[in-house]
Each structure stands twice: as C-alpha cells, then as structure tokens.
C-alpha cells in the first residue's frame, strides 16, 4: 500500500469517530445506489466494478466534503443456488487503499477496495430487491466505517490485531461451543463492535422508527444485540462441560483460538488450560458485552 500519512485528523473524524457515523450510511447508500443494478446482472462468476472521478461527480455533497474518497472498487465474486437462499459476505481491503496528504493538512482517498461475496438464487428475478438492498447496503455501511475509523487511526493497525484472528471468524454463533467462542471473540474486537453498531444504526433508521417502542422492537430484531446478550451471559462452567463433551478435532481447534488469544509480538505463546483461557473469556465478554449493547441501546437518539 502506497500512503502517505496527515498526521492531523480530519475534524470530522474526530467529531464522529467509534460511533454511528451518517456520512458513512450516505457513502453505503451512494455505492449501493450506483453499483448494486449493475452487480445483479453479472453473468460471470467473478468481477471488478469501479466507481472513479467522485472527487467530480459529488462535488458539493456532504459526505463527500466530509470523508473524500475519490474511487471506489468492488471485487465481486457470485455463488448461484437453485433455492430461494441468499447470503452477503464484505470486506475492507486496507491494504489497496491509497490516501495522500494535502497542502492544507486534509486527506484525500484515492480509492478505496472491498471485496464482496453474494449468493443469490440462480432465478434472479425472485429476488426481493427492497430487501436485499436494506441488507447490500447496511453490510457495506460496516466496511466503510472499518474504512473510516482506518483514517482515524491515521492507518495504525489496532494494538489487539495479532494476525492470526482469521480462526476467529471462522466460528457461529449458533455452533457449538468452539465456534461460539471464535465468533464471539471475532464480534469482541474493538473495531468490529464500532462497526457493527454501525451497521445496526444504518438498519434500524432504513426502518424509520417513530417512537421509543418502534426503536425497541427493531432494535432486538438485530442479531446484533444477541450477540451483546451472549457475551453478557457467558458463563465459563458451562461452556467446559460442553468442551469437555465435544470430539478431538474440536477441542483442537479450541486449542488454536486460545494460542492466537494469548499470542504476543516476537514471542512464543503458552498453551493455558481450557478452565484458565474460559475463566479469561468471560471476563472480556462481559466487558465487551455490556459496551456493545450499550451503544446499541444509544442508537436511539437517531429517531
């Protein structure tokens, strides 16, 4: 990646920072708007889209004026189904994102990557565009604020990233008690909670709550604020008792999670006892928890 760094943070980052950004849902938006038609004709199994020369086309616009990304690129790779499934994976491509510095001490991205991954049914027109739209659009509102809070870290990788947190991501939390750990250590991370709370607040305001109870309903509808209730309701006796049942090959994949938790930079890490590393885990997710449902339950002042 070819950057130059401002070492002054653009003032509006710092206003809206780790939190619910509307520049960022209106940057979703944007791309979503422009870029989604063209996606859903894709015959092939993998493609490049771009949006170029925004620095021209949004002149004037807030958002733009606000966090200047002059291009956008899309890797988009489809899977087709015979059924009625659909999925939409994103990712945030830091590392072919190029930023320069201005002379008045402001910030230009000169493109910006994600790489998308949807599965759709092979007869595409059953699909429910309204929906799938709301859902394109709030996932990709996720990755911009990774995008956005990269800037505002002037593009410092967060201190807990120790590079082997892919074996995280790969858990679920309606697995068994390995992948609801991985999962729950993968929505533990500082960068993603900030951006799931975005993510939250671009689905619930597409829903255009009117009060309080609208709020609510919409709110717990989130698999969002499950996963808050998950952390907050760990509970390390249980989770041994069902490790100490499951096979082999689970509890060996247990074993990786727990050498990427305790792994520090240049040195080797210990293997701590599944009791030790439990006991460690609860403690952070009842951390982690509490402040994600917290900023959630804040995500009313959008209404």
């Known amino acids: 990646m070819k950057v130059i760094v401002n070492r002054k943070q653009y003032i509006n980052v710092i206003n809206e920072t780790r939190g619910y950004s509307k520049v960022v849902e209106n940057w979703a938006d944007y791309i979503t708007d422009e870029m989604l038609p063209k996606i859903l004709k894709q015959d092939i199994k993998e493609d490049v889209y771009t949006v170029t020369k925004l620095s021209k086309k949004l002149k004037g616009k807030s958002f733009y004026e606000e966090f200047p990304i002059d291009s956008v690129i899309l890797t988009v790779i489809i899977n087709e189904v015979d059924n009625d499934d659909a999925s939409i994976d994103m990712e945030y491509s830091p590392y072919y994102t190029q930023i320069i510095e201005n ?19 092979k007869d595409r027109e059953n699909i429910d565009m309204t929906t799938f739209y709301y859902y394109f659009s709030s996932f990709l509102s996720h990755e911009f604020m990774h995008l956005y809070e990269w800037v505002s870290r002037y593009l410092q990788t967060p201190k807990e990233i120790k590079g082997c947190e892919s074996i995280y991501s790969n858990g679920d939390i309606n697995g068994d008690a390995v992948d609801r750990i991985g999962y729950m250590l993968y929505v533990s991370q500082s960068y993603e909670l900030n951006a799931f709370v975005q993510q939250a607040a671009t689905m619930i305001t597409k829903r255009n709550p009117q009060d309080h109870n609208d709020f609510m309903v919409y709110l717990k509808e989130l698999p969002f604020y499950n996963f808050a209730q998950k952390m907050i309701d760990f509970n390390k006796d249980i989770y041994l008792k069902e490790i100490e049942s499951l096979t082999k090959d689970r509890t060996s994949e247990l074993s990786k999670i727990i050498l990427c938790f305790y792994s520090e930079e240049d040195k080797l890490p210990k293997m701590k006892s599944f009791d030790k590393f439990l006991n ?24």
């Not at 928890?289 to 959008?302: C, F, N």
């Open 103 to 121: 002379d008045d001490n402001t910030y230009e991205i000169l493109d910006a990557e994600f790489n998308i991954v949807l599965t759709i049914p």
């Open 280 to 303: 460690d885990v609860e403690k952070r997710f009842k951390i982690r928890g509490e402040y994600l449902r917290k900023k959630l339950l804040r995500l009313v002042t959008i209404i």
